[in-house]
């Protein structure tokens, strides 16, 4: 069965250091997401994409925050400049055609850890 | 506003005994809910959404509009059912994003 598969699992980070967490979705999905899940919290949304470009961005998503689909099978997300608070676990997900009736799939989660 | 309530974050049942894991929702409009599930050092997935009427491992959620309500029930709980359960409603916004509920730990014990 086609999977979502983000890498890497686990990323350590210092304050102030650029990030970039990759994602590579399923292969003829044309909506691609990511969200944040902050340790104790609810899964947040930040960013949709469609078309190659940003379809929808939470206030979250602020100018620290960029998405890219470089070669049309990664999708990744930067953070320029990372804070102590963007310490959560990121998903990525994917979803075909249609927005009615279609199911996203989620990646496992990249844990990014900001010290 | 659009939310997902899930008030309760930890469920605790013995096998056998029926679990219902609450989930409320504030939309206008006909919504479109899911329950989604997360197993231990696993991915979310989809477990159901109410448009199919489906049961899922013998889970099922019955939509009520009137009491904004997305209750998940299973009339008895196994072992492998313990596990994280968002409640998730899809945005009026047509992108197809997700708004999620905080979270139901249930945790069924032998």
Redesign the interface.
């Known amino acids: 069965e086609p999977?979502?598969t983000q890498t890497p699992s686990h990323q350590v980070t210092q304050m102030g250091q650029e990030v970039i967490l990759r994602c590579v979705p399923i292969s003829n999905h044309l909506?691609f997401?990511w969200?944040r899940q902050i340790l104790g919290?609810?899964?947040?949304?930040l960013v949709?994409f469609?078309n190659n470009e940003i379809?929808?961005k939470s206030e979250i998503f602020d100018d620290q925050f960029s998405v890219e689909r470089p070669d049309g099978s990664n999708f990744t997300l930067k953070i320029r400049s990372t804070k102590l608070e963007d310490s959560a676990m990121y998903?990525c997900a994917s979803?075909g055609q249609g927005?009615?009736?279609?199911?996203?799939f989620?990646?496992?989660?990249t844990r990014l850890t900001v010290v | 506003a659009q939310r997902v309530t899930q008030p309760e974050k930890l469920l605790s049942v013995f096998k056998g005994a029926p679990v219902e894991l609450k989930c409320n929702y504030s939309y206008s409009g006909s919504p479109e809910l899911f329950w989604y599930v997360q197993y231990s050092r696993q991915r979310l997935q989809l477990l159901l959404r109410h448009i199919s009427r489906e049961s899922i491992k013998g889970f099922t959620a019955d939509l009520n509009k009137g009491e904004t309500s997305f209750h998940l029930k299973k009339p008895f709980a196994q072992e492998e059912d313990s596990a994280m359960y968002y409640c998730a409603l899809k945005g009026s916004s047509n992108t197809g994003k997700l708004i999620f509920g905080q979270g139901t730990t249930l945790q069924v014990k032998p």
């Open positions: 999977e979502v909506y997401y969200y919290q609810k899964v947040e949304f949709s469609y379809s929808e998903f979803k927005v009615v009736n279609t199911e996203a989620f990646g496992q989660g």
